[in-house]
């Protein structure tokens, strides 16, 4: 696992080729049966993965950390997060997969995955482990997801989307682990960067720079960028404009500001600004997103 991050190689939902744009779901027996076998290489993905295992042993490596794959586990993996599963039999389970765009369009909250101690990008990132008596909800769901996403004709994404939400609410439910009393987070490097996304989700319409946030936690900008691709494979850089281009779709989507009234709530000076800015990360303008996004 002496990996850089540079070696490990990201996949991008586009790439899965999938029926649906924004959400995917497939039998781990499946998966497994596809590739003889065979272990994955350590990879990341652009978009969110729940990894939902019924039985199975093997081992799983999450940001460089081993863990044991286990009966009755969840693994929730974020973007940009490096993994690698090897297993030692055919397993039984699910993998979910979905986009930001999928929990935009469905209302899924950032608070909500955030809430969730299991969807870490930073610190451990242990599996959430199930009880036989939760076990039947968590197959009732995952099982439901699969028979509305091959028969519905229409909505069949926000009955989908509403099953997801309902996963994740029973394992937050059920995570045991909290921020406060998880000894990892006493480290420099996870308080730095903890206490860097707490502040970018309060300033990031009025602070674009790392600097901004190097300012307020005492560091230099290139300490900053260095400790949170570190610890997440991305740069502070990155976690600022992602934060900037998630805010704007919620917006193109769910509202009819306008682009030039957009870019000044998230602390653009011009509209041309934001507008190149949102293109150069998504390759689309603004308008383009929204008239796409909503058609879709």
Not at 252 to 273: C, D, P
Request: aromatic residues 12%.
């Amino acid at each position: 696992m002496n990996m850089l991050h540079k070696d490990i190689k990201t996949y991008t939902f586009a790439e899965m080729a999938q029926q649906y744009s924004d959400f995917a779901l497939k039998r781990m027996e499946v998966v497994y049966r596809a590739s003889n076998g065979a272990p994955d290489v350590p990879h990341r993905h652009d978009y969110y993965t729940i990894i939902f295992i019924e039985k199975g042993k093997g081992t799983h490596f999450v940001d460089f950390k081993e863990y044991n794959v286990e009966d009755r586990t969840i693994y929730f993996i974020l973007p940009g997060q490096m993994h690698q599963l090897i297993l030692t039999a055919e397993p039984i389970g699910w993998v979910i997969t979905f986009t930001d765009q999928f929990l935009i369009a469905n209302s899924i909250s950032e608070k909500m995955i955030n809430d969730i101690f299991l969807f870490n990008d930073y610190g451990q990132s242990p599996p959430l482990p199930v009880s036989e008596s939760d076990l039947v909800i968590y197959k009732s769901l995952t099982e439901q997801m699969t028979h509305f996403a091959s028969s519905l004709e229409t909505y069949t994404l926000e009955a989908v989307g509403s099953l997801v939400k309902l996963f994740l609410i029973q394992s937050n439910n059920h995570c045991s682990l909290r921020k406060s009393n998880n000894p990892q987070l006493i480290e420099t490097g996870n308080h730095l960067l903890r206490t860097f996304k707490q502040s970018l989700n309060k300033k990031y319409a009025s602070a674009h720079m790392v600097s901004d946030y190097a300012d307020e936690l005492a560091v230099t900008a290139d300490y900053l960028n260095k400790t949170v691709k570190n610890l997440t494979g991305r740069s502070a850089k990155d976690h600022i404009q992602s934060k900037l281009v998630i805010e704007a779709k919620r917006s193109l989507l769910f509202s009819n500001v306008s682009s030039k009234e957009l870019a000044y709530e998230l602390g653009f000076e011009e509209s041309a600004h934001f507008n190149n800015f949102f293109k150069k990360i998504t390759g689309q303008t603004p308008s383009e997103f929204r008239i796409l996004a909503r058609q879709s």
